[in-house]
Nanobody
Framework: VQVVESGGGLVQFGGSLKLSCAAS????????MAWYRQVPGKQRELVAEITYGRSPIYDDSVKDRFTISRDNAKNTAYLQMSALKPEDTAVYYC????????????????WGQGTLVTVSS
């Protein structure tokens, strides 16, 4: 199973960006898909998560600005980011949690390599 993020880049203050996270492999179902971010010298922090059949959860710093969604048929999650601020600059990581595999078995979590988002002031 592999998780790949895309959509990062450079955007101006107040701009928007949409990140994608595609999970591939012999996947039957993914319980939770989440976005984390990390800046140098700091711990990775949860940005948003969406669990199958439940409402999304957001960090307070991104509420009302970011929207997480998922397409279960495509094993893909998205993070629509609006009203971006310089403090949103970070490497954004996607994680698939509770991955149930076709044919049996499961993986607790699979992380992507991250995509860099830079917000200029």
């Amino acid at each position: 199973v592999q998780v790949v993020e895309s959509g990062g880049g450079l955007v101006q203050f107040g701009g928007s960006l949409k990140l994608s996270c595609a999970a591939s492999g012999d996947i039957d179902e993914i319980y939770t898909m989440a976005w984390y971010r990390q800046v140098p010298g700091k711990q990775r922090e949860l940005v948003a998560e969406i669990t199958y059949g439940r409402s999304p959860i957001y960090d307070d710093s991104v509420k009302d600005r970011f929207t997480i969604s998922r397409d279960n048929a495509k094993n893909t999650a998205y993070l629509q980011m609006s009203a971006l601020k310089p403090e949103d600059t970070a490497v954004y990581y996607c994680v698939a949690e509770g991955v149930r595999l076709e044919g049996g078995g499961a993986l607790p979590e699979v992380w992507g390599q991250g995509t860099l988002v830079t917000v200029s002031s």
